[in-house]
Nanobody, 124 residues
Framework: QLQASGGGSVQAGGSLRLSCTAS????????MAWFRQAPGRERESLAAVHWTGRITSYSDSVKGRFTLSRDLAKNTVYLQMNSLKPEDTAVYSCAAREGGSANNLLSESWYPYWGQGTLVTVSS
């Protein structure tokens, strides 16, 4: 089970940090990712970390503004979002997959487990 939190409303240029906590005893064997879906648009991949911790990937749309990190002791991954823009408004979801290679980290279909999503609203 994945529980996402940390969404809210912020003005353009502001920051938010999202959290995603997993209910598993083997969190260190899971690759984790963040996605978002804006109204009327398809789900978009944002960032992901391979279960080894050696590879973190970002989509071009958020590279340099968003940072993914994880805390193995807390079974949690974070998405630090800086310099937020109105176009970042969306429902943000986390996803997980146990094991696997790093070839599909940003592929939505690769992840079998999903959290419920948290809403981020950025006003201009």
């Amino acid at each position: 089970q994945l529980q996402a939190s940390g969404g809210g409303s912020v003005q353009a240029g502001g920051s938010l940090r999202l959290s995603c906590t997993a209910s598993t005893r083997t969190f260190n064997s899971y690759s984790m990712a963040w996605f978002r879906q804006a109204p009327g648009r398809e789900r978009e991949s944002l960032a992901a970390v391979h279960w080894t911790g050696r590879i973190t990937s970002y989509s071009d749309s958020v590279k340099g503004r968003f940072t993914l990190s994880r805390d193995l002791a807390k079974n949690t991954v974070y998405l630090q979002m800086n310099s937020l823009k109105p176009e970042d408004t969306a429902v943000y979801s986390c996803a997980a997959r146990e094991g696997g290679s790093a070839n599909n980290l940003l592929s939505e279909s690769w992840y079998p487990y999903w959290g419920q999503g948290t809403l981020v609203t950025v006003s201009s």
